[in-house]
C-alpha cells in the first residue's frame, strides 16, 4: 500500500529554519518524481520543489530558491525539505507528493 506521512511543521519565528521529512512506503521512492507542495489558508495548492527520479536534481519555485533545499535518504526511503530563512508567507501546509498522492500534510507557521 502506497503511503506518505509528512513530520515537521511546526512554529517558528521569521527568520527561523524547520526540516520537514516524507517517509514513504508501498514503493521505491527514488524511482519516482516526488514534490513538495504547500497550500497556504484560502488558497490553492502550491508547488515549492521536486526531484525527478535517480540522480535528480532538486528543482524550486522562485519563491524558495537559495532558502529550501530538498533531499532523499534512498535507505530509509525518505525525502526532505530543509527550510531556512523562513518568512510570514511560507506559513502553510505542506505535503509530499507522486503524482496525485499526497500524505495528510503538516502545518509550518511564520510568526513573531
Known amino acids: 500500500q502506497v503511503q506518505l506521512v509528512e513530520s515537521g511543521g511546526d512554529f517558528v519565528q521569521p527568520g527561523g529554519s524547520l526540516r520537514l521529512s516524507c517517509v514513504v512506503s508501498?514503493?521505491?521512492?527514488?524511482?519516482?518524481?516526488m514534490d513538495w507542495v504547500r497550500q497556504s489558508p484560502g488558497k490553492g495548492l502550491e508547488w515549492v520543489s521536486s526531484?525527478?527520479?535517480?540522480?535528480?536534481?532538486?528543482t524550486y519555485a522562485d519563491s524558495v530558491k537559495g532558502r529550501f533545499t530538498l533531499s532523499r535518504d534512498s535507505a530509509r526511503n525518505t525525502m526532505y525539505l530543509q527550510m531556512n530563512n523562513l518568512k510570514p508567507e511560507d506559513t502553510a501546509v505542506y505535503y509530499c507528493?507522486?503524482?496525485?498522492?499526497r500524505g495528510p500534510g503538516t502545518q509550518v507557521t511564520v510568526s513573531s
Open positions: 526531484i525527478n527520479g535517480i540522480g535528480g536534481v532538486p
Open positions: 508501498g514503493f521505491t521512492m527514488n524511482r519516482y518524481l
Open positions: 507528493q507522486k503524482g496525485s498522492m
